[in-house]
């Protein structure tokens, strides 16, 4: 098997979820950055990357919006996994906990809890949660917010996890390839492409008529600047259905003609959700 890319290190989301999706026997090759798996999933043409694109809580990951932009018409989405994301607090047992370590996003989703449970308590953030886990391990008086399954890899113990579990928390991510990849036509698919607009008044909003008109549904729309050009912008957008509904193939083509460019970014399956 061709090795997939994923942001690194290990006990990351992305790790949990590439073992998941393609087994521990895979030759899963963790990466320091977005801008890392494109880089080598570019460079290997049978290769996979695995991105974070979007969390429920956090938002919009704008590193693979811009890199997905910024390839575009080189790099294909291949398939949208998605994640249930959860977190508990991992320490050392039998000590204190005075600081703790996580991503932004889950500091910002459990601030309340870990005041309410640990007064006092230092939060530091980090740029994952498997670097808060490596933190945490290395020291005997803090804990990091990480998914359990991190715990494994650093030697750490489970402490307890927060109390709001009916909140849920969800990461969606996709699977890249330098290659277009075929898709069966039976199943639930979307289509995402680029597309760059004339910079004048009411532009996106002809842009998107045609899909209004054609009923097709707009799923994830980012506008993201131009560098070099203010007030410029390009557009991630991604719709329901493939090419090779009637439908979706109309309002593309209307759609590209009152656009400066569009670049289709593949059409591509939506698979099941896992849990971390």
């Known amino acids: 098997m ?3 890319f994923y942001l690194g290190p290990e006990g990351t989301f992305s790790h949990i979820l590439a073992r998941q999706k393609f087994g521990r026997r895979a030759e899963l090759v963790a990466c320091p950055t977005i801008d890392a798996i494109f880089e080598h999933t570019l460079a290997a043409p049978d290769a996979m990357g695995l991105i974070p694109i979007e969390n429920s809580s956090g938002g919009t990951v704008y590193d693979s919006v811009d890199l997905l932009i910024r390839q575009a018409g080189k790099v294909f989405l291949h398939e949208e996994l998605s994640l249930d994301v959860r977190i508990a607090l991992l320490g050392h047992k039998g000590g204190s906990v005075k600081t703790v370590f996580s991503h932004f996003t889950q500091i910002k989703h459990h601030k309340d809890w870990l005041k309410s449970r640990y007064p006092g308590v230092k939060l530091r953030e980090v740029v994952s949660t498997a670097v808060a886990a490596q933190k945490a391990a290395a020291s005997p008086q803090s804990a990091a917010l990480a998914s359990p399954g991190a715990a494994e890899f650093y030697g750490l113990d489970v402490l307890e996890r927060p109390a709001a579990r009916h909140a849920v928390n969800v990461t969606h991510f996709f699977t890249i390839g330098a290659k277009p990849r075929a898709v069966a036509a039976e ?4 289509t995402a492409f680029v597309a760059a607009l004339p910079n004048t008044c009411g532009s996106l909003h002809g842009f998107l008529g045609p899909f209004a008109r054609q009923k097709v549904s707009l799923t994830r729309i980012v506008s993201r600047p131009v560098p070099g050009q203010p007030q410029t912008y390009v557009f991630f957008i991604e719709i329901e259905g493939g090419l090779d509904h009637a439908p979706v193939a109309k309002a593309l083509a209307r759609a590209e003609a009152l656009s ?9 399956p939506l698979s099941r959700r896992y849990k971390s």
Do not use: D, E, F, S
Request: glycine share 12%; charged share 10%.
């Open 260 to 268: 400066v460019a569009l670049i289709n970014l593949g059409t591509y």
């Open 2 to 4: 061709p090795p997939v």
């Open 187 to 190: 199943g639930k698919t979307k």
